[in-house]
């Protein structure tokens, strides 16, 4: 095992160096405390000589291996336990790297240290034995202390590693929360931008209507052109108010968006008289009933819906007579077609449009639960729409 690698997860960088260094300094002045009066009991119990030498020289080298345990614990708990063997006083410094071991590294590897600790001892008691209590019996204290060690250790382990995984997933929530916050902020944009292009779609189309005619027919009668650049002034106006109306959506908070009119189903007929007023023949077949009873949100993608395809129609079959019929009640649903014949001659569009306004209308009525076809077929275009109206 590389004994470089970080001792426990989710430590970051950042000060580790210091704290290594006050726990080294910690670990070796209770090192240091132990070892102390493990010698000076064993002098007290008649120790002299030559053992006497060999208790302080390992206590020595017992206490400068001690801080090793915070840098390289495996290493340094297995050479304090080879100095166990020799003698008492490398005791609590093999207790101590028994312990680091348990904390800091996987628990099979603490329980082989461990295992080495006991087995140390065992060699220890037979050469030094005690002589205040049976071999057997210190053997035995000597098993469940190191057993207590690991046991404490693993747990200390997996109890910083749980506090370490409920921090990553705190963080992570966070993180998770910051994204769809983004998201919606992101789907509200878009929903801004989908009304921009359905409302100043429509109504620059009139104006681009009424522009062609002034352009076409400068000969008409002079009071038909200042009833139509009135129309263009007015129109220009009510554009200019649909933008600001518009743009306050985005400085506007929910309450204030929720409060604000949103056109609905009922609205279609003032939608129709518009577009004829343009020009556009328009024939509007309404077999809907109870109108009102269609959600807030669903009556408006069903005014868009026809919005955008009398913009088209005006667009791309100037003055060409275009067919709508509404269907549906409660319980069934919402079925809008939208009929046009297709301009001859491959005349180009009174105006230019971004060739985005279906696909985001396409989307706008499958994120209402319907569906949306377009297709160019016998001579003319056809939109269809279908929204679900519960009962």
């Not at 949100?297 to 667009?315: D, F, H, I, P």
Request: glycine share 10%; proline share 6%; charged share 25%.
């Amino acid at each position: 095992m590389d004994e470089t690698t970080p001792d426990l997860p989710g430590r970051g960088a950042s000060g580790a160096w210091e704290r290594r260094r006050l726990s080294a300094a910690a670990m070796a002045a209770c090192a240091g405390a132990l070892i102390v009066a493990t010698v000076l009991g064993r002098v007290g119990s008649d120790v002299a000589g030559w053992r006497l030498a060999l208790d302080i020289a390992v206590g020595v080298v017992s206490c400068l291996l001690a801080p090793l345990l915070v840098w390289r614990p495996v290493t340094a708990a297995l050479a304090l336990t080879v100095l166990a063997a020799l003698s008492p006083a490398a005791t609590p410094a093999a207790s101590m790297g028994v312990l680091q071991v348990a904390r800091r590294r996987p628990f099979p590897l603490a329980v082989r240290v461990g295992a080495a600790g006991i087995a140390a001892h065992v060699v220890q008691g037979l050469w030094q034995p005690n002589s205040g209590i049976s071999f057997g019996w210190w053997l035995l204290l000597i098993a469940f202390g190191y057993g207590a060690l690991v046991g404490w250790g693993a747990w200390a382990r997996a109890r910083h590693e749980l506090l370490e995984s409920l921090r990553e997933r705190a963080r992570r929530a966070e993180a998770e929360q910051g994204r769809r916050v983004a998201e919606a902020r992101m789907a509200e944009r878009t929903r801004i931008a989908r009304e921009m292009h359905d409302v100043l779609a429509h109504r620059l189309s009139l104006l681009a209507t009424y522009a062609g005619a002034l352009e076409y027919r400068p000969d008409a009668p002079p009071e038909k052109l200042s009833q139509a650049a009135g129309v263009v002034r007015a129109g220009v106006h009510q554009a200019l108010d649909e933008l600001r109306e518009v743009i306050l959506l985005l400085r506007a908070d929910d309450a204030d968006d929720e409060d604000r009119p949103q056109p609905v189903l009922a609205d279609v007929p003032r939608l129709v008289e518009e577009s004829r007023d343009a020009g556009t023949p328009v024939e509007l077949s309404d077999g809907t009933s109870e109108a009102s009873e269609l959600p807030a949100a669903a009556g408006r993608t069903a005014y868009r819906v026809v919005q955008e395809g009398l913009t088209n129609a005006r667009k791309h079959a100037a003055g060409l007579p275009v067919r709508v019929v509404l269907d549906g009640e409660p319980g069934d649903r919402l079925v809008i077609d939208i009929r046009n014949p297709l301009a001859e001659g491959g005349a180009g569009p009174i105006a230019p449009g971004s060739g985005t306004g279906l696909v985001g209308l396409t989307e706008r009525v499958r994120l209402a639960g319907g569906r949306l076809d377009h297709e160019a077929v016998a001579g003319e275009f056809r939109l269809r729409a279908w929204l679900p109206w519960p009962a």
